[in-house]
């Protein structure tokens, strides 16, 4: 399975993270040897485990919603976080970026989905980040691009259209704030039940993990 999808991504040119959530080493030891490299984890305590024990050039990406006090426990090594949604939180990135002498990437988890249980901004919530001045300061973080999750339903085309107005939010972010940053590329939407509906209708990261290694 892995190397099946694995071949269809990289014609298209997507970014496979492959989201090893609650599964045990083994088998993302077993994904590694198969060349996978990028990794997606929703619980800091696992992450850091997993951080620790796996080997050194895996690429963790975050992906579940982050609870500021626990952002120092993976600022030193986090390659993407994928579900930013307020500014508080973005200021705390920032600090932890900047104790670690580095600079952390992250996306904007914007609200797609019916569901009010999900997480992310609106419109005009990501305004106001961007346009704050504070934002302007930050020297640690990089806006690489916008997250989201599609409805959990049968009907695709509810989610086809959950999924292009996330693309239209990036457009118009890209244009008004970002039109300098060519790192301002990344459009992370799709899962295992919707992952190809999301590439066509232009995403760049999917995050897939039922697919790879079965259910949880
Ligand atoms: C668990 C999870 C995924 C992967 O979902 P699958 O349906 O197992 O592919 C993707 N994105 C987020 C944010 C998740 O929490």
Redesign the pocket.
């Known amino acids: 399975m892995y190397s099946q999808i694995r071949q269809q991504l990289d014609q298209e040119d997507v970014t496979l993270v492959a989201?090893s959530?609650t599964k045990p080493n083994h088998q993302i030891l077993k994904m590694y040897e198969q060349g996978q490299r990028i990794f997606?984890e929703?619980k800091v305590q696992e992450l850091v485990d997993k951080y620790e024990t796996l080997p050194k050039d895996i690429e963790w990406h975050f992906?579940?919603h982050l609870q500021r006090n626990k952002v120092k426990y993976i600022a030193p090594f986090i390659s993407l976080l994928?579900?930013v949604d307020s500014l508080r939180l973005l200021k705390e990135v920032n600090k932890r970026a900047q104790q670690n002498d580095r600079k952390i990437a992250c996306l904007l988890q914007f609200h797609i989905a019916e569901e009010d249980t999900k997480f992310g901004l609106d419109w005009e919530e990501a305004k106001a980040i961007l346009e704050s001045e504070i934002f302007k300061t930050m020297e640690h973080i990089e806006i690489q691009g916008v997250m989201g999750?599609a409805t959990y339903t049968d009907d695709e085309t509810q989610v086809r259209k959950e999924f292009q107005r996330l693309k239209t939010f990036f457009n118009q972010l890209r244009e008004q704030y970002f039109p300098a940053q060519p790192s301002f590329k990344e459009v992370s939407m799709g899962?295992?039940?919707d992952y190809e509906m999301a590439i066509a209708e232009g995403s760049t990261i999917v995050?897939?993990?039922?697919?790879l290694f079965g259910q949880?």
Do not use: Q
């Open positions: 989201v959530k997606g929703n992906i579940g994928h579900g999750m899962m295992s039940g995050r897939i993990g039922t697919l949880r």
